[in-house]
């Protein structure tokens, strides 16, 4: 008996070994390092006095986020998202272009969102110390004696810079997943942090709460959704890997098992999986039926987190969802196309009417992010290398000028915090012309007016809609954006047509983190506008996927 357990342990001849798994640490290093910072952060809330967290986790947290940059720019260099693309990780991540552009932006919208996380001059001094949008301590009962004593102690939530962290690496490896495993752990990676830092206001926390219950409750059904679509896809094919899904659906498998022989007629499998999946990537990117989380957890999070997740969610939920329909299930394409069309539409009309009715404008920003994700979804459908290029420029264009509006929302204050409601915006350009002018580019950008990014972009996703015979697509969509441009340009003039109110908010001096992020997210909208067409060929460059 001794001696049958112990050849259990024992490497007998003609029995394979397990083999060790080869990483290419040099091909995963943006990721590496921006979960090593993660992590490195954890321990130093554990072990670091209280009065030095802030300014150490803000400089890991920047450091981080730059090096991973580094190492982006880096691997683009030699070619990997070109000629020399790749799988790494036994094939559960892909290194081509498509992914190194979207994890550029990614990290870029990373080292502005840390910086809007690290304001501390918008709040007035409390008890002798600087606070910033956060919590004093999530783990109070809002108004409660714990929370008024750590109010007066001078606490601050730095837990924030190493949540950030790790949503910005399952951010990473959510557009590389090469196989439905690491897609689903990528998004469970990203999505449990971002539930978190929208409950942790300073300012009506139970708002804040309320929003992030709703918001991990809808996303725990889209996870499960998705989690039984990779089920239905691994019995349809035998495989969690995309290329080898795709193998099957193309009708040429490499490898024929006799239980994948009985299965792969089953096309229920195929398709009700599939559907699966892709409603959960859906509900990422706030597409309509799947959006009506988006408006109050929008609102209710802090305002520094909702312009963090309305930019790069969006820019890794498309970066999966494109890879998604173009590597796996290209064979479908008859298929997914008429649904993606009808999501479309609907994503577009609904987004741009609701909008219309708001009154607060962190849920008119909110609906237009929904609008704009149809818009997206228009060169999604596309089926085309141009559709492609033009999806990866557009969400490079929309994340800077998300980011760059929340960061001016931020700055308008009254007594009770930001002054979200649009009435109080009345007169802004009297009060603050500066900020008044910003954040009217940045309307104009997401209306789509010419020598702004936003018009490049979707001319840009247009064209290539055109291009793959989507042009009654087309038509709606333009009809949409002249909907969507009656409430920015309602907005625009609300600030400079409009008498100021007595008993207006003002327009607070931010410190140079909000002020870099606001002029970084200016820049971008006005380069990509002006002169979009090196960065156009970068994402025509970066356009194509590795299988």
């Not at 040099?26 to 072990?47: C, K, R, S, W, Y």
């Not at 799947?290 to 939920?317: E, L």
Request: glycine share 10%; charged share 10%.
């Amino acid at each position: 008996m001794t001696r049958g357990v112990h050849s259990l342990w024992m490497a007998q001849d003609g029995v394979d070994k397990i083999k060790a798994p080869h990483i290419e640490y040099d091909l995963l290093a943006p990721t590496l390092i921006v979960i090593g910072a993660a992590v490195l952060g954890i321990a130093i809330e554990a072990f670091l006095p209280r009065r030095h967290r802030y300014a150490v986790q803000v400089g890991l947290a920047t450091l981080a986020m730059a090096g991973a940059f580094g190492a982006v720019i880096a691997l683009a260099a030699t070619g990997k998202g070109t000629d020399e693309a790749q799988t790494a990780a036994m094939g559960a991540l892909a290194v081509d272009g498509p992914a190194l552009f979207l994890q550029g932006v990614i990290l870029l919208v990373g080292v502005l969102g840390v910086f809007t996380f690290a304001e501390r001059r918008l709040d007035p001094v409390a008890h002798g110390n600087r606070v910033d949008s956060f919590a004093a301590e999530a783990a109070a009962v809002p108004g409660g004696k714990a929370e008024q004593a750590a109010v007066k102690a001078g606490f601050t939530t730095t837990e924030v810079f190493p949540l950030l962290l790790f949503a910005t690496g399952g951010m990473l490896i959510f557009p590389a997943a090469n196989d439905l495993l690491t897609l689903f752990i990528a998004l469970e990676v990203f999505s449990l942090p971002l539930y978190l830092l929208c409950a942790v206001a300073r300012r009506k926390r139970l708002m804040s709460q309320e929003a992030a219950v709703k918001y991990f409750l809808l996303g725990a059904f889209s996870s499960a959704f998705l989690l039984f679509g990779v089920a239905l896809l691994y019995g349809y094919a035998g495989s969690v890997r995309y290329a080898e899904i795709a193998d099957v659906v193309a009708g040429n498998p490499q490898k024929m098992t006799p239980a994948l022989a009985d299965t792969m007629g089953n096309d229920a499998l195929l398709l009700i999986g599939g559907a699966m999946v892709l409603l959960g990537l859906l509900f990422k990117v706030g597409a309509v039926p799947f959006h009506m989380w988006t408006p109050d957890v929008y609102q209710g999070a802090p305002t520094p987190v909702t312009g963090f997740m309305a930019a790069a969610t969006k820019v890794a939920a498309f970066g999966a969802l494109l890879r998604l329909l173009y590597v796996v299930l290209p064979g479908m394409k008859w298929d997914w196309r008429p649904v993606m069309w009808g999501v479309a539409i609907l994503t577009m009309v609904i987004g741009a009417i609701l909008a219309i009715t708001q009154t607060d404008v962190k849920r008119l920003l909110a609906y237009s992010s929904i609008a704009h994700a149809g818009f997206i979804l228009a060169g999604v459908t596309a089926a085309n290398e141009e559709g492609i290029s033009s999806v990866l420029f557009y969400l490079a264009a929309y994340a800077f000028v998300t980011l760059g509006a929340f960061a001016v929302v931020t700055l308008v204050r009254d007594a009770g915090g930001e002054a979200t409601h649009l009435s109080k915006w009345a007169g802004l350009g009297r009060r603050s012309p500066l900020v008044a002018a910003v954040f009217a580019v940045f309307l104009l950008a997401m209306a789509g007016i010419p020598l702004t990014s936003g018009f490049a972009g979707k001319f840009a996703v247009f064209k290539a809609a055109a291009e793959g015979g989507a042009t009654p697509l087309v038509v709606v969509g333009v009809i949409a954006s002249a909907i969507a441009a009656f409430f920015y340009v309602r907005v625009i003039v609300l600030m400079f047509f409009s008498e100021p109110r007595p008993e207006g908010p003002a327009v607070t001096v931010p410190s140079a983190f909000t002020v870099t992020a606001i002029a970084v997210g200016l820049a971008a909208t006005l380069v990509l506008g002006v002169a979009p067409q090196y960065f156009l060929d970068l994402a025509g460059n970066a356009g194509v996927f590795v299988r």
